[in-house]
């Protein structure tokens, strides 16, 4: 294996800066998987960022890298593919809890159980906020929002639970405030051969005034440094399920299993962007004399 | 002018094996030099209900299941209740002789070929599958066809299966002695076929849609399975391996479109097939691919609507709903083939158009033309098509910056792929600029909006200049001009022929491109023609609606069916008819 050189964090520094609210949760998630590419020494040509809509929708924007900025809850089903046209590229998908969980949720369950080797990296902040604060599919039972001025009427959806249901092969949770940490899952994530879920708390600094930077730093501990082991599933549903005064965050679940492109004939002769195109004359032949 | 031709029906239920029967007919005559169509009615059911094939086998180019039945197969009691009154004067009808055929409602002159199916199924060991091999056999004696080609097809078509020695020997007998037990009581019925033996190919829409794809360089594939568009997901799926291509099952229509636009944005040539309800959810992504500007080819088979509407029946009711695909204006193409041969052509030429503008481009084929089964010529496939990727920088970019979405005369920005070295950018549904950053998150920027959206909808110009414009078949001074788009060609061109005999001329106006749209020309062409009725398989006559938009003109009048099932030639010669005398509009 070639060693890997190390990328400055400049390497990924994007055309704009983000135009994010101050204190926005975002803005450590983008440093973070600007800090997991280069540590990973992935040049900007052989990344592709690809997004829904919302506010954390927009990082393509910010990353010197190749990036897709698509339609509301879709990400995933154009980054499946794109990793089929070329999977020699190093597609990361981010996006939001309205986007991943809520509107685009059946491309979320289907890219799992199908195992295509994808990077997701889901700023949750529990809010919708480019629509400027209505309940979101994370939004805790009770919860005043624009949209829920008696509380939120429906119990939220454990991301994590289900990924492990779906059968996501690398389940974690970072916190936007841990940038080391969570630098340290992301580039597990792309390094993992399937497809990774990173759920992050990114607190919305503006709309969610319940689930704050501060309240998530007096309640999360991290699964590293306790005895928690990630290969074992049983415990990861146990696990993922923990809320309320010690929420952990870290690597929930890990375990390999063959990907969709493994399985995928067509691939094993190079990325399909590379194949040649057209048809011999003798496939031609055979093919028309199919319907003789 | 006549010439000789047969119509066969066969009727069954869903599961009875009549569709082999059909399909083996087909093969047999094509493999003879002669040229069929054969249409299949069926129901939403995988097993009973009724199905009706359609055989229509000519010496010459049939272009239609026609107007005519000939000879009927009936080998249950609801086809014979069903159909046998439809046997045309001269025709005969072959029966399971325990069948009842009510006398009264049969026409004049009509042949009854009583079959003793249950005395000639006993060597089988009374296997009913049978019977309709038997029922072939008796036709391939009654219209003189080689019962040895026959027995070739059938091994073909069960050979290779588990027991299939036994398959073949059991439907080889059975054929020969329900071509036996006909010889032996009737005479053929005098058909003077001229056997060329120039093999034909018998194929269906959906399948030469594959074919294109295929001949294309199509790479990717992605598809929830809709009737009557299944068939090229199937055909694709397995041609697949062998073909390295990446076909996928996804979990909605949703899926499908943003995945083939994510495998067309990094480079590859990719395309999905649907029904309206799948399109419908598609459309937030057509519009997708022409903000991002990506190349993707769209086939909506329709069938009857709205909603779930009639899933195993015809119509052409779409056009409102492809013209107005997505918010938005943004350049694309829709293109409506004409036959099963122009289904391959279209598709090949779909995707140099998408490639070179950068563009979607939408193919809009319907039940009958997708799943209908006609002879064509191998030489009818042009397969040296040149592959014309557009502006795909493949040699990297060297003039300095490099603009994916750089404001060009002609619209088109040269492309970089996925992997390119020194030319990473970002593609947006949101507006941008030039090298793809979102002007919609400044306050304002009217200037570069329009300047974007004057150079996508540039786009239209080049391409409207790459689609010849539509020629009008038959004579300019004809007494009415009938005018479709897609699938109706065939049946307008022989009501044509029918016309001519009832002393009508007719010429016909087909639409291929609804967009781009060939404006002065279509308005010229409606503009000098004496009265003009469009065809339509629809309710409100959309393809006249459209025109009445591209050019002021509103023709004259309109034939419109929408009871699910094709026009057939006699409907449009009485529709034609009863307007040009006044009766109605």
Redesign the interface.
Known sequence: MATVVELPLETYKG??DP?WCPGCGDFGVLRTLQRAAGKLGI????L?V?SG?GCSS?L??YI????????HG?AL??????????H??HVVITGGDGDGYGIGI??F??SMRRNIDLTYVVMNNQIYGLTTGQASPTTERGEWTKSTPGGCPEDDLNPLAMALIAGATYVARGSSAEQEHLTNLIAQGIQHKGFALIDVFSPCVTYNKHNTHQWFKERVYKLEETDYDPTDYDRALLKVREWGDQIPIGLCYQVNRPTYEDG????K?GP??H?K???TPE??RT??QE?? | MQHLEVTVGIGGAAGDGSGATGDNLAKVCSRLGLHVFAYNSYQSLVRGGHVWLRLRIGAQKVMTHGDDLNLLIGLNQDTLDRHAGEVVPGGGILYNERLKVVQDDLQPEVQLYPLPIRELLQPFGRQTILQNTIALGGIFWLLSLDLDVLEGAIQELFGGRRKSDEIVASNVGAARAGYQSVRERYPALGYGWQFTGKQRMVVSGNEMFGLGALAAGCKFYAAYPMAPSTAVLHWLARHATSHDIVVKQCEDEIAVLNMAIGAAHVGVRAMCATSGGGFSLMTEAVGLAGMTETPVVVIDVQRGGPSTGLPTKTEQADLNQLFGASQGDYPRAILAPTDVVDCFNTVVEAFNLAEKYQCPVLIASDLLLSEHRESADPEDFNFDIPIDRGALVTNGVTNGEYKRFALTPSGVSPRVLPGTEGTAYVAASDEHDETGVLISDEFTNPEMRVLMMDKRMRKMEGLLKDCPPPQLFGPANADVTLIGWGSTKGVIREAIAALAEEGITANNLQIRYLVPFHEPEVRDILQASRHTLVVENNYTGQLARHIRAETGFTVDGKILKYDGEPFEPHHIVARVKEILHGNSR
Not at chain 1, 64 to 71: K, N, P, S, T, V
Not at chain 1, 77 to 86: I, S
Not at chain 1, 264 to 267: F, H, I, S, V
């Open positions: 055309p704009v135009d040049h900007p040509k052989d592709m690809v809509i927009n393509p924007g010197h890298a190749y990036g897709f900025h698509g339609l879709r089903a154009q980054a499946t593919g794109m990793k089929l046209g070329n020699d590229l059946q491309h369950i289907h995928e004939p067509a691939l002769k399909l962007v194949h195109l057209g048809l496939q031609r093919l028309l319907f003789m």
